[in-house]
């Protein structure tokens, strides 16, 4: 049991000052002054993990991510962590007067489920050469926590001398030795969950959201009116049965009191059960004609055979064929109408213009043959006068 217990760890579910110094979860003593110091305040009450007015934003959807660098900036933490889902708010502890980082932060994500995914991918990664850890916000949703600057926390060196146990980073080992049962119950400590350790490299899952009791209440309601629905239902069920049982009695009670009656209406209705089937397979012989033509239409629109789509192809090459050769005939018709027209405009333009070039020289020419007239007569009129 012991050998087999050497892989074997679990995590606090509860803080306890005495419990997070301890490997395994089971001492009942502390061992340094530390832990002194966070049991007095444990006790007292002197911490108030809720009280810190920086505190805000869903605790369900933000992360801790610890062992940052010094020079490490809010722009660079915002960079970093956008990788796993959309940051919403984000801060970065700094010191109070100095103003430098304290190495550690609090990043809010939009929803529970990229909180889970950067919890679960971005520990153990790597922001400016420093490898950084991640954990859910135990300040708000770890009972009875108290923070490392009051001898509590978890995680811690070896060089330091004040190791916590329970947490992600250094998770308590399986008992190898008899667990104290008295004294742990007595100290108010959890004892370790026999039976149900883990790997140390299984992830542990953060805290999650409760229910509120408004939810609560709507599931109950619903439960209740559900049940009256069913409740209800049954008991329309029962009434309906009944009031067939009371209709098949009557029906009997008047078949033995008229005989006869009954006879008729027997045969009456065993003729409309016989007629029944029969337009039932009428309408029946109907539908499956309507769907085989339809069926056998499809098939031959399918299945036609390649000599249908050939001679189908053929024939609407041949249209696209007589359809290009009509337009061309119809081309060559219009042109040689059109050249037609040209050669015939341009003949009458020709003879009007031979007319007008005859009749030009002809007027020349009777102006010409008019004058040696006129001068003849003048000679002959002079040679009468002398």
Avoid at 71 to 98: C, D, F, P, Q, W
Avoid at 131 to 147: A, F, H, K, N
Avoid at 246 to 265: V, Y
Avoid at 269 to 288: A, K, M, T, V
Wanted: hydrophobic share 20%; aromatic share 6%.
């Amino acid at each position: 049991m012991a050998g087999r217990n050497l892989n074997l760890v679990f995590y606090a579910d509860k803080y306890h000052p005495i419990q997070a110094g301890s490997i395994d979860g089971t001492d009942t003593a502390p061992h340094d002054n530390a832990i002194y110091r966070a049991l007095l305040c444990s006790s007292a009450g002197l911490y108030d993990p809720l009280g810190d007015p920086k505190l805000i934003g869903d605790p369900y959807c933000t992360v801790f991510v610890g062992r940052l660098s010094h020079l490490t900036t809010e722009e660079t933490l915002h960079k970093a962590m956008s990788k796993y889902g959309r940051v919403k708010n984000l801060r970065l502890v700094r010191h109070i007067v100095t103003g430098a980082s304290r190495g550690y932060g609090f990043v809010e994500f939009e929803t529970e489920k990229e909180m889970r995914r950067a919890y679960k991918d971005a520990h153990h990664s790597f922001i400016d050469d420093s490898q950084i850890i991640v954990d859910y916000s135990r300040q708000q949703l770890m009972p009875g926590w108290i923070p490392r600057r009051l001898g509590g926390g978890l995680g811690g060196k070896k060089e330091s001398g004040q190791l916590r146990f329970g947490g992600r980073e250094r998770p308590f080992r399986a008992p190898l030795h008899p667990i104290p049962y008295d004294d742990l119950k007595r100290l108010g400590i959890p004892p370790p969950p026999e039976g149900r350790y883990m790997s140390r490299f299984e992830v542990p899952s953060p805290p999650r959201r409760e229910s509120s009791s408004m939810d609560r209440e709507e599931s109950s309601h619903k439960g209740s009116c559900k049940g009256r629905h069913s409740r209800r239902s049954s008991s329309r069920d029962i009434e309906e049965y009944h009031n067939r049982r009371n209709s098949i009695d009557m029906g009997e009670s008047f078949n033995k009191a008229h005989p006869d009656d009954t006879e008729e209406h027997h045969l009456r209705g065993h003729s409309i059960d016989r007629n029944e089937p029969y337009l039932r397979g009428e309408s029946l012989e109907r539908e499956n004609r309507h769907h085989r033509r339809s069926s056998d239409r499809e098939r031959h629109h399918y299945e036609r055979s390649p000599v249908d789509w050939e001679e189908s192809s053929r024939k609407r090459s041949a249209k696209m064929e007589d359809g290009s050769h009509q337009s061309s005939r119809d081309r060559q018709e219009h042109s040689h109408r059109r050249s037609t027209r040209d050669r015939k405009e341009s003949s009458r333009r020709r003879s009007s213009r031979d007319r007008d070039d005859d009749s030009r020289k002809r007027h020349k020419h009777g102006s010409r043959y008019d004058d040696k007239h006129r001068r003849r007569r003048s000679t002959s009129r002079d040679g009468s006068d002398h």
